[in-house]
T-cell receptor, first 111, second 110 residues
Framework: DAGVIQSPRHEVTEMGQEVTLRCKPISGHDYLFWYRQTMMRGLELLIYFNNNVPIDDSGMPEDRFSAKMPNASFSTLKIQPSEPRDSAVYFC?????????FGPGTRLTVL | AQRVTQPEKLLSVFKGAPVELKCNYSYSGSPELFWYVQYSRQRLQLLLR??SRESIKGFTADLNKGETSFHLKKPFAQEEDSAMYYC????????????FGRGTQLTVWP
């Protein structure tokens, strides 16, 4: 089992460009979470889904951020337009019962 | 509202010394508390859960409801314990999301 899969692992883009991060949760998990990790703010929950339905998106910083989960095996986090302050590591996690399983993260750098 | 506080951003100890990573929480209900660990270049992973009352890699954590704390302890630290440790809380049976602390970076010197 490869666990939670995220792509790309690294992304470098220029300010104003659209960025799409992808996540494949572990099969059978009914919750999916998107987090952002920075030195200043630590680990922040952006949004989470239950059975593909967004439950809480109060952590999404602004309208530039959007997330979708079209089916149980795929989710995207999109930033449009990107800004330098969006530079961070973005984690996806999925959950069954009480344990969250994290992906390896996508390190985003916005120049 | 619920909150998880890890007062130490950085913690350094020597190998063989005891280590305690502090975690305090605020929540009026019955929380479930967790410790997650992130080793260098690895994924964040569950270390232990208070309900399990188990020892993982020599670490233990006891939920103290009176002091609203869930400190992580190990009597003899090892170099391989160096990592980022996050304390997290979920709101009892309605697991939903986890509320994470800011994390403590533990360094164990040889």
């Amino acid at each position: 089992d490869a666990g939670v899969i995220q792509s790309p692992r690294h992304e470098v883009t220029e300010m104003g460009q659209e960025v799409t991060l992808r996540c494949k949760p572990i099969s059978g998990h009914d919750y999916l979470f998107w987090y952002r990790q920075t030195m200043m703010r630590g680990l922040e929950l952006l949004i989470y889904f239950n059975n593909n339905v967004p439950i809480d998106d109060s952590g999404m910083p602004e309208d530039r951020f959007s997330a979708k989960m079209p089916n149980a095996s795929f989710s995207t986090l999109k930033i449009q337009p990107s800004e330098p302050r969006d530079s961070a590591v973005y984690f996806c996690a999925s959950r069954r019962e009480y344990t969250q399983y994290f992906g390896p993260g996508t390190r985003l750098t916005v120049l | 509202a619920q909150r998880v506080t890890q007062p130490e951003k950085l913690l350094s100890v020597f190998k063989g010394a005891p280590v305690e990573l502090k975690c305090n929480y605020s929540y009026s209900g019955s929380p479930e508390l967790f410790w997650y660990v992130q080793y260098s270049r690895q994924r964040l992973q569950l270390l232990l859960r208070h309900i399990s009352r188990e020892s993982i890699k020599g670490f233990t954590a006891d939920l103290n409801k009176g002091e609203t704390s869930f400190h992580l302890k190990k009597p003899f630290a090892q170099e391989e314990d160096s990592a980022m440790y996050y304390c997290a809380l979920s709101r009892g049976s309605t697991l939903g999301r986890l509320y994470f602390g800011r994390g403590t970076q533990l360094t164990v010197w040889p």
